[in-house]
């Protein structure tokens, strides 16, 4: 237990957890001058950010209902935002990321179509996709047994874990691997807030003016050692299907299936592994109706849904696996999606999820808005080295399909 009333040597800000918010939150902390640095528990996006498909949502996914919804407008300019930083030109230099893709798709059969291509043909979609005609389209639609529509959407698809790396080699020097097991408040005498970071391991204590939450998942046992009540967190869960083969059976796509709910019906994702095979990365509707099943069960039902969609493909000599991995997320009345990146201020802690990756942009602006409420200086001090003396440099996470052990 520190005491109370000591005056601890303190960095300005601590961030807690290495996904994409931590992450994107040093850059631009860094890069405007303010002293902060961020631990990380295991290896930098570990848990949902390298786990994601990737894909740089410019909102077309949430129009799918033929209305053009709040989420929709909210998430329309994050292509753009991020497209400048693949350049070069942007708020945090992501020019040694890899794109997987330039856009997204979209297809669908040929009744539901017919259903929305009207709402698809109007001005507001117009901007965010186009319309293919059969001579352009991209494997694997470009079969003559393909009836349906495809649509090509504004929307790159990023290798997230070369998007971490790029940041965490910029800034390394600033990354520390400790996992935080309690913050404790030890206020001064002028009753400004300093904070004790302890770890599991116990071997180091470090002392923060301010806090920054990005833990994900983990932002509830934080705050809860913290004993706030608030903000509250919610997980929705996905069991999402992976199949890996030579990329002669599975070419290289990126394309959501339109469905019949605001969900896409399947959200296809390509990957490479390190033995140069492709691997498919299933989800949408599949991966959040298949909570609760067994992976075989799983497997089975996605093989099922595959087949049905694409009848002209031969998946027989796939192998296949399946991840269970939580969506972290602050908590919504009705438990359904968030539609904004949600950023909490108290005590000079600040609680953030960007409940996209590709709305991190907009929470780091939250989050630089708030620092500037709570007037924390701008002072690039270097970071005095005893201060974190005995923890080590994080590193990048493997991706899923690369820690499989068993593909079935
Ligand atoms: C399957 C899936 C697919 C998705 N696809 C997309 C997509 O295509 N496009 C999109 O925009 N969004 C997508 N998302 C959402 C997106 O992945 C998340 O919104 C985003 O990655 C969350 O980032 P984060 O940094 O908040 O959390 P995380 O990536 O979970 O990072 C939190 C980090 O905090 C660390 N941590 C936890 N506790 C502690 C502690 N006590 N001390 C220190 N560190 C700690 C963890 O180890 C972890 O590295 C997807 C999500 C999932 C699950």
Redesign the pocket.
Known sequence: MANKNKVHKAIDIVI???????LWTLARLRQTGYQAIL???????????C???????GGTKYALTGKLTHSAQSIQKMPQRWKACLEGKGEVNLQQAKKLSKHQYLWSNKSLASKITGFFASKVMTSRMQHLQKGSYVAPFNQTDFSGELYQLDEPVLDIQSVIETIREQFSDFIFQ????ELISVSDEQKSYQYQITFSDQKEMLFAKNLIL?????NE??LRSLNFNQPKMQRRP?L?PMLKAKESILPKMYAHCLGVSSLPRMTI?AHQLPDNQTVWYL?GEI?EKGVGRSIEHQIQAAKKELQNLMPWMDFSQCQWAA?A????EPEMSDGGRPVEPAVFSQNQVITA????????PIMVDKIIDELEVLGVVRNSLPLDVKEVKSLSQAQTSPLPWEKVQNWL
Request: hydrophobic share 50%.
């Open positions: 807690i957890g290495g996904g994409i918010a931590g631990l990380e528990a295991d290896h930098l996006g570990c848990i949902q950010s786990a994601s498909q990737g894909i740089i949502h400790g996992d935080v097991k990005t833990a994900g998942a983990g046992n934080l996905l999402m994702t989800g991966a991840l991995v939580d969506r972290a999820w960007p409940v996209k990756l590709a709305m991190a």
